[in-house]
């Protein structure tokens, strides 16, 4: 697409249950970010990706949140046991390079851990 | 730690009115940095990016400056419009490739 995609666009889930948030970056983008944002703050990195291998992960809270990239486009961000405070917008990035490329960002996932 | 502050935390002008959004970072040793627009509920659009080299760069109505010596940057909004309105987000690079540190947005409205 001509985009970076996030499906879905919305999810409620339950305390305690897990879910997965999909990001499909820019074709040809090797660098994919992950970030999140809560009402009224800027995002918050998360992790991000060049190709298939985590680069940073020193922003996932905990070892709830994992996120993965196999084959080096798509990713998906795993949050296991959610927790209320979960419950935020989940932004994904891609950029051509990690050499100090623009980033283009996705339209979130917003996420609502009832 | 980088920390990135974006004042006025809102703005509200009439339309046709020039503007300066202002952006300031601590850690002055940035290697770019990128202004967004982000309307309500939606995604965040890059409207300018400037390397840690470069002072200024420019996109129909909008100029960004950076004063990596002083952690400063703006966004000058030529004549305003209602479509201008929504929040405006800066964000610093510390290395090449690595995550953006935002600042918390100015939130903008323009009335016609």
């Known amino acids: 697409g001509a985009g970076v995609s996030q499906t879905p666009s919305n999810k409620v889930t339950e305390k305690g249950k897990y879910v997965e948030l999909r990001c499909d970056p820019i074709s040809g983008h090797t660098a994919l970010y992950w970030y999140r944002q809560s009402l009224g703050q800027g995002p918050e990195f998360l992790i991000y990706f060049q190709g298939t291998g985590a680069a940073d992960d020193s922003g996932l809270p905990n070892d709830r949140f994992f996120a993965v990239r196999p084959e080096g486009s798509v990713s998906t961000l795993k949050i296991q046991r959610t927790e209320r405070g979960d419950s935020a917008v989940y932004l994904c990035a891609s950029s051509l390079s990690l050499a100090g490329g623009e980033q283009f960002f996705g339209p979130g996932t917003r996420l609502t851990v009832l | 730690k980088q920390e990135v502050t974006q004042i006025p935390a809102a703005l509200s002008v009439p339309e046709g009115e020039n503007l300066v959004l202002n952006c300031s970072f601590t850690?002055?040793?940035?290697?770019?940095l990128q202004w967004f627009r982000q309307d309500p509920g939606k995604g965040l659009t890059s409207l300018l990016l400037?390397?840690?080299?470069?002072r200024e760069q420019t996109s129909g109505r909008l100029n960004a400056s950076l004063d990596k010596s002083s952690g400063r940057s703006t966004l000058y909004i030529a004549a305003s419009q209602p479509g201008d309105s929504a929040t405006y987000l800066c964000a610093v690079g510390h290395q090449a490739g690595t995550a953006l540190i935002f600042g918390k947005g100015t939130t903008l409205s323009v009335s016609s």
């Open positions: 850690d002055s040793a940035i290697y770019n």
């Open positions: 400037i390397q840690s080299s470069q």
